[in-house]
């Protein structure tokens, strides 16, 4: 039987049913949904628009998390309406769908941020700590003190998915995702704005990481431990797991430390079509045709899906081996259509004599980690803790 916050479709009598089951228990996701479209535009689209909205898409052939399922499909019909067929992306209309909050220095959920602006060029990083326990230290910043004379703390440089093209490093369902980091891992989070596509392709996205890495490792009170050092990891979901690659590639090629990569059902593809992609095709929020689009709108104007910054390892690809390259930890999502490319990846890092890790979880889906109602989160939230704190 399903649990209380999930649907089989085995199970459901009606398609009635489901959605009388959807409008009570929906609620919680709905609290999380990150674009603010009932506040926005309630005045021109009616309230039960809201209410059977998940109604609008299949459901899964297995059972997945209710409240999951329901933010998922909310982002695909966001994404839906912003992709034309000729290329170009409403960025306007994205920009108003996505719920955006500002950095806070006073604590949520026990974490502070505040927003840096590179004025060299213009990139925002907005940085995540820990807040002090004295209320009294509550909004001062100390940009002069290091984390911890003794004590190691993880600089987490985080990147954001969105296929390249969504999401930004203030939207708020990054924001809250960044926070439960820095509380899980005891580490400070720079999540890194970086320019999207297809307004910015092929390579600005890695130029800006590579940007907000050399201005990580270089600023004073980011430093902790004994060694005086910034003790960096890279880190990323889908979009964001391919930026953390390439910029790992960079600091390996230019001598810059990185601990550790952490690339969560990272977006990588290729030509040919895997099997997963034929098996899992628009079963599970996304299709082939999606991924195709974003590849499309980021890649250098006639390349293909071969191009060595979507298929790692693939015929134009650059061979690791020899290469200092950083221990990797390799979330993949068994429901998610890309995850044979993902399995290449980590085939392609042992072949190279890399330390990879493999977290193969059978029954998630993409975008899993934003909601803490279900076991995949917390094991994926015990690895990523051990991961960077790997003498705890």
């Given at each position: 039987m399903a649990g209380d916050n999930e649907v089989n479709l085995s199970e459901s009598k009606s398609a009635v049913a489901v959605s009388k089951f959807l409008v009570q228990e929906a609620k919680p996701a709905l609290s999380e949904f990150p674009f603010s479209l009932r506040s926005k535009v309630s005045k021109v689209v009616p309230n039960e628009f809201f209410e059977f909205l998940p109604c609008l898409f299949s459901i899964p052939f297995r059972v997945v998390p209710l409240n999951t399922w329901v933010l998922i499909s909310n982002f695909k019909l966001a994404y839906n309406l912003l992709r034309r067929s000729d290329g170009t992306f409403n960025r306007e209309l994205a920009e108003f769908l996505d719920r955006k909050v500002a950095a806070n220095t006073n604590p949520v959920d026990g974490v502070f941020s505040f927003d840096h602006v590179d004025r060299a060029t213009g990139l925002l990083n907005r940085v995540y700590k820990r807040a002090p326990e004295k209320e009294a230290q509550w909004g001062l910043v100390d940009l002069e003190k290091p984390l911890s004379n003794t004590k190691i703390v993880p600089v987490i440089v985080y990147f954001h998915g969105g296929s390249f093209t969504h999401s930004s490093a203030n939207?708020?369902?990054?924001?809250?995702?960044?926070?439960?980091?820095?509380?899980?891992?005891?580490?400070?989070?720079?999540?890194?704005?970086?320019?999207?596509?297809?307004?910015?392709?092929?390579?600005?996205?890695?130029?800006?990481?590579?940007?907000?890495?050399?201005?990580?490792?270089?600023?004073?009170?980011?430093?902790?431990?004994?060694d005086s050092k910034v003790h960096v990891y890279l880190a990323g979901d889908s979009s964001g797991g391919n930026i953390a690659h390439h910029v790992a590639v960079r600091a390996a090629e230019s001598d810059v430390e990185v601990l550790g990569n952490i690339l969560l059902h990272p977006?990588?593809?290729?030509?040919?079509?895997?099997?997963?992609?034929?098996?899992?095709?628009?079963?599970?929020?996304?299709?082939?045709?999606?991924?195709?689009?974003?590849?499309?709108?980021?890649?250098?104007?006639?390349?293909?899906?071969?191009?060595?910054?979507?298929?790692?390892?693939?015929?134009?690809?650059?061979?690791?081996?020899?290469?200092?390259?950083?221990?990797?930890?390799?979330?993949?999502?068994?429901?998610?259509?890309?995850?044979?490319?993902?399995?290449?990846?980590?085939?392609?890092?042992?072949?190279?004599?890399?330390?990879?890790?493999?977290?193969?979880?059978?029954?998630?889906?993409?975008?899993?980690?934003?909601?803490?109602?279900?076991?995949?989160?917390?094991?994926?939230?015990?690895?990523?803790?051990?991961?960077?704190?790997?003498?705890?």
């Open positions: 939207s708020a369902i990054y924001d809250t995702f960044c926070r439960r980091l820095v509380n899980n891992c005891q580490a400070v989070v720079v999540s890194v704005n970086y320019r999207r596509s297809p307004e910015h392709r092929y390579p600005c996205a890695y130029d800006d990481g590579w940007a907000a890495l050399k201005w990580v490792t270089t600023r004073s009170w980011l430093k902790s431990g004994k977006m990588f593809g290729g030509e040919c079509r895997t099997e997963s992609e034929k098996r899992l095709d628009g079963k599970y929020f996304v299709t082939v045709q999606d991924r195709d689009w974003y590849w499309r709108a980021y890649l250098p104007e006639g390349e293909d899906r071969d191009h060595p910054a979507c298929n790692i390892f693939g015929p134009r690809g650059q061979s690791l081996e020899g290469v200092k390259f950083p221990k990797s930890l390799v979330v993949v999502a068994g429901l998610d259509l890309v995850q044979d490319w993902q399995l290449a990846y980590v085939q392609g890092l042992e072949n190279s004599g890399q330390d990879v890790k493999l977290l193969y979880l059978k029954q998630a889906t993409i975008g899993f980690y934003f909601l803490p109602n279900n076991e995949h989160f917390y094991c994926l939230m015990e690895e990523l803790k051990n991961f960077v704190n790997p003498n705890c």
